[in-house]
């Protein structure tokens, strides 16, 4: 059982942190009061093995109840479960600009008479003791969001390749182009096994369909290419801070040829130590 406690600055990145986590496997929440966590986790343990990962978010939001955020951890390490924290910092010039700019409210607004830079002075006094208990602090004052990303997958994450998705999805283009997909691959130009009559009815997933759409060397050329395009761009994306990217392959009914390209891409990607699966969407239609 893990158990990942992040807390922090208001505008310091909390929300952003908590998004990436959740797109890591951990069960989330957000602005749990802290007399709530050590019973939480109770919980989660209680349901054996089927919540694994928990992150929750504690912070000057909960008010006075956050001066129990210590012996709520003070007490779940008693039972020796080894608790993380995950500290968001930031520059209070920083988090003036911030908040000037989203015209957000600090939660600590009222305490210092209306004025924000008392009220960023405050949360940093009240926040301190446990600032000094974190495993991890990340300073976001110069971070972009997938700079702030990185750093959590590379803390949490036991490779960035686990973090990251590869879907690939085949469709067809008469039932139209789906609105998820990142990249969108057109395949009807290749050899068409509809058209024959012992292929008709079978999918990309047979292997005489297979073999006939592999067997020409236009679709081995293509994939080729593809493969070539894909592994230059994949990790690119990776950097760029996307946790998940979607492959879409088209065919006219998404039943054969895309099927058949779809399924040897996430093979691909497999190989190469992605998470990669594979979705077809339309391969039960008009049956």
Not at 55 to 80: H, K, P, W
Not at 149 to 167: G, H, M, N, W, Y
Not at 196 to 222: A, S
């Amino acid at each position: 059982m893990e158990l990942i406690v992040i807390t922090g600055l208001s505008g310091a990145g909390k929300s952003q942190a908590v998004n990436v986590m959740e797109d890591m496997g951990y069960y989330c929440i957000d602005n749990i009061p802290p007399a709530l966590i050590a019973r939480f986790f109770e919980v989660c343990i209680q349901t054996e093995g089927k919540v694994s990962k928990v992150a929750v978010v504690a912070d000057a939001r909960s008010g006075d109840f956050f001066y129990e955020l210590v012996g709520q951890l003070d007490q779940i390490r008693s039972t020796g479960i080894d608790v993380k924290i995950l500290f968001l910092d930031c520059a209070a010039n920083v988090l003036v600009r911030r908040y000037k700019e989203t015209r957000r409210r600090h939660p600590l607004l009222d305490v210092a008479q209306g004025s924000l830079e008392k009220a960023v002075q405050a949360e940093q006094l009240m926040l301190s003791p446990i600032k000094e208990r974190a495993n991890y602090v990340i300073d976001t004052s110069l971070l972009s969001i997938s700079q702030l990303k990185q750093r959590i997958i590379d803390i949490f994450a036991e490779s960035s390749s686990e973090f990251f998705q590869l879907s690939t999805l085949s469709f067809g283009f008469k039932y139209g182009v789906p609105v998820e997909a990142d990249l969108v691959f057109d395949v009807r130009f290749l050899p068409n096994p509809f058209y024959i009559d012992e292929l008709k009815h079978q999918t990309g997933l047979d292997q005489p369909v297979y073999d006939y759409v592999f067997e020409r060397q236009v679709t081995r050329d293509f994939m080729n290419k593809l493969l070539d395009l894909l592994d230059f761009t994949v990790p690119l994306y990776q950097q760029e801070g996307k946790s998940q990217l979607v492959i879409g392959i088209g065919c006219t009914g998404g039943k054969h040829r895309s099927v058949a390209i779809a399924e040897t891409i996430c093979r691909h990607f497999g190989e190469k130590g992605y998470k990669s699966k594979v979705t077809h969407r339309d391969i039960l239609k008009d049956r």
